[in-house]
T-cell receptor, first 114, second 109 residues
Framework: GAGVSQSPRYKVAKRGQDVALRCDPI?????LFWYQQALGQGPEFLTY????????KSGLPSDRFFAERPEGSVSTLKIQRTQQEDSAVYLC????????????FGSGTRLTVV | GQNIDQPTEMTATEGAIVQINCTYQ??????LFWYQQHAGEAPTFLSY????GLEEKGRFSSFLSRSKGYSYLLLKELQMKDSASYLC??????????FGAGTTVTVRA
């Protein structure tokens, strides 16, 4: 597609509920990053894929967070047993290589845990 | 890790110039990016510096000094649409971006 597409745009979850956030990167982009952005803060790195391989997941805040990219294109970020502190905007970014030439971000999914 | 500092807020008048400073302390450096982010929207790429010096792109310019761990973004001929958050981001040798908290710029008529 023309840009990075994320869905849903907004998600309200009850505490303890599982959620799945989807990212459609730009076609052909091999690198995909997930970031978490709290209100009034800059994005914080969560995890990085090159094709289907998850090369870095050091930013995932707990084992309740899980990301996958099984076919090297679409990626899903799953959060189990959501907590209020998980409320944030989750941004996805893709790049045509390892990011040497910059990153294109999606508009994000705003998750609110109530 | 990365420690990136930038001012929280700046206000300027339409037509004026604003300079947003960014200082960083990093365990590894592989380039510095500036992004613009309007509320509720995706960050959009503005500039990239990997070598010392000034990069100019229209009304926007970005400067980098690696020895000082310092960069600035210069916005000239400010327009109302430039009201947004500006994010400084440092890339590490593993190609991860670490962001500052962002500077909210308000342009007044």
């Amino acid at each position: 597609g023309a840009g990075v597409s994320q869905s849903p745009r907004y998600k309200v979850a009850k505490r303890g509920q599982d959620v799945a956030l989807r990212c459609d990167p730009i076609s052909g982009h091999v690198s995909l990053f997930w970031y978490q952005q709290a209100l009034g803060q800059g994005p914080e790195f969560l995890t990085y894929f090159q094709n289907e391989a998850q090369l870095d997941k050091s930013g995932l805040p707990s084992d309740r967070f899980f990301a996958e990219r099984p076919e090297g294109s679409v990626s899903t970020l799953k959060i189990q047993r959501t907590q209020q502190e998980d409320s944030a905007v989750y941004l996805c970014a893709s790049s045509s290589s390892r990011g040497e030439y910059g990153y294109t971000f999606g508009s994000g999914t705003r998750l609110t845990v109530v | 890790g990365q420690n990136i500092d930038q001012p929280t807020e700046m206000t300027a008048t339409e037509g004026a110039i604003v300079q947003i400073n960014c200082t960083y302390q990093t365990s590894g450096f592989n380039g510095l990016f500036w992004y613009q982010q309007h509320a509720g929207e995706a960050p959009t790429f503005l500039s990239y510096n990997v070598l010392d010096g000034l990069e100019e792109k229209g009304r926007f310019s970005s400067f980098l000094s690696r020895s000082k761990g310092y960069s600035y973004l210069l916005l000239k001929e400010l327009q109302m649409k430039d009201s947004a958050s500006y994010l400084c981001a440092v890339r590490d040798p593993d190609y991860k971006l670490s962001f500052g908290a962002g500077t909210t710029v308000t342009v007044r008529a």
